[in-house]
């Protein structure tokens, strides 16, 4: 029986670090998937590639693997287990979360990799 589904989108995605008091560039706002990091050191985005962003590092090329949810908060072990399933294969993840679900980005030269060490572990993955 299969563990959790995650689902491979489509897009590719950049991860910026901007300083702390920088703004958060209006495009991304009006971008219809971003990810907001905020601490007293640096403001972090994640946000499609194709998205120009002037930033103080970046760093491209990530996939993403969104777990399909919701997932309710209670549930114990789920970023654990596909993290410990990734890093047996070697594969180095960025992981986002939101309120209903995970988001597990890797790089696009090991997303096959990936895909395939959490298929042989039982989960299932979805590509369109």
Same mark, same amino acid.
């Given at each position: &029986? /299969? ?8 897009? =590719? $995605? /950049?991860? %910026?670090?901007?300083? *702390?008091?920088? /703004? ?10 971003? $990810?907001?990091?905020?601490? %007293? +050191? ?12 002037? /930033?103080?590092? !970046? +760093? ?13 908060? !209670? &549930?114990?072990?789920? &970023? #654990? +287990?596909?993290?410990?399933?990734? #890093?047996? #294969? ?9 309120? *209903? =679900?995970?988001? $597990?980005?890797?790089?696009?030269? =090991?997303?096959?990799? #990936?895909?395939?060490?959490? *298929?042989?572990?039982?989960? *299932?993955?979805?590509?369109?």
């Amino acid at each position: &029986m /299969a563990k959790q589904t995650l689902s491979v989108l489509d897009d =590719t $995605f /950049a991860i %910026h670090s901007l300083s *702390e008091d920088q /703004a958060i560039p209006a495009p991304v706002l009006s971008s219809d998937i971003y $990810f907001i990091g905020k601490t %007293h +050191d640096e403001l972090s985005l994640v946000v499609k590639q194709s998205l120009p962003i002037e /930033a103080i590092e !970046s +760093d491209y090329d990530w996939r993403v693997l969104e777990v399909l949810g919701p997932l309710n908060l !209670s &549930m114990v072990g789920i &970023m #654990a +287990d596909i993290g410990a399933v990734l #890093a047996s #294969a070697k594969v180095s993840i960025f992981v986002v979360s939101t309120f *209903e =679900t995970d988001y $597990f980005l890797v790089k696009n030269d =090991t997303l096959a990799t #990936a895909i395939s060490a959490l *298929e042989k572990a039982k989960y *299932e993955v979805i590509q369109d």
